[in-house]
C-alpha cells in the first residue's frame, strides 16, 4: 500500500488512479492507530469445520460466517499457507519508506482513489488513512462496519460496488473523453 501510494507520486504521469484494501499508511506497528480487538458474531461451529486454518481465520474474523470462511479458505489461506515467513520478517524489517509519499510530494495526488478500510481492522486500522484526505481530492475514503483487516471478504457486495464506482471514475478520467469533452453519439 505504501509503495503503491509512492509510485502514484512518484510517477503520477503514468498513473490512472489509486485503490487500497485495508492498507497500511503507516509502516511501523506500533506507530498505528489501531481499535482493539473486536468480534461482532462468533460461531465456533464454522471455526471448528476450517481445521488447520481455524486459528489464522479466526484471528481476522470479525463477523464469522460459513460464507466468509470458505472465502478466507480460497483467496486467503493457500497464500498464507505457503508464505516464506523468513523471507517476510527480512521484508519486514526495511518495511518503511523515508518519508510518507505524501509527506516527500506536497502536491496532492489527483487520480481517482479509493481507500477501503474495515472499522474493526486491528492490524492496520483506519484513522491513519483518513488522517490524509486532503491530499486526495478526487477520493472515496469508505469506512466499513462489521468488517476487519479482511474487508473485501466480510463485505464483499459493498467492496465490489465501491471498486465498480472507483473504475467507472478511472475511465472517465482516461482517454478520449476525459471531463469536458463529450462522448460519442450512441451506436459508435
Not at 490512472?16 to 480487538?37: C, D, M, N, Q, S
Amino acid at each position: 500500500m505504501r509503495t503503491a501510494r509512492q509510485i502514484a507520486h512518484d510517477r503520477r504521469g503514468q498513473v490512472l488512479g489509486l485503490a487500497t484494501l485495508a492498507g497500511v499508511f503507516i509502516a511501523g506497528a506500533a506507530a498505528r492507530e489501531v481499535p482493539e480487538r473486536t468480534v461482532i458474531h462468533e460461531d465456533p461451529a464454522v471455526c471448528a469445520e476450517l481445521g488447520e486454518a481455524a486459528d489464522e481465520y479466526a484471528e481476522m474474523a470479525v463477523v464469522q460466517t460459513r460464507e466468509h470462511a470458505q472465502a478466507f479458505l480460497r483467496s486467503v489461506h493457500p497464500g498464507l499457507s505457503v508464505a516464506d515467513q523468513e523471507a517476510l520478517e527480512r521484508i519486514a524489517e526495511h518495511y518503511g519508506l523515508v518519508a510518507e509519499p505524501e509527506d516527500s510530494s506536497p502536491v496532492p495526488f489527483e487520480g481517482p482513489c479509493l481507500f477501503l478500510t474495515g472499522r474493526q481492522d486491528h492490524v492496520v486500522g483506519y484513522r491513519d488513512a483518513w488522517a490524509r484526505i486532503e491530499h486526495y481530492p478526487r477520493a472515496t475514503f469508505a469506512t466499513l462496519d462489521a468488517s476487519g483487516h479482511n474487508v473485501h471478504l466480510e463485505r464483499p457486495a459493498l467492496t465490489g460496488a465501491l471498486l465498480t464506482d472507483w473504475l467507472g471514475r478511472m475511465r472517465m478520467s482516461s482517454g478520449p473523453f476525459r471531463a469536458g469533452r463529450s462522448a460519442p453519439p450512441a451506436g459508435r
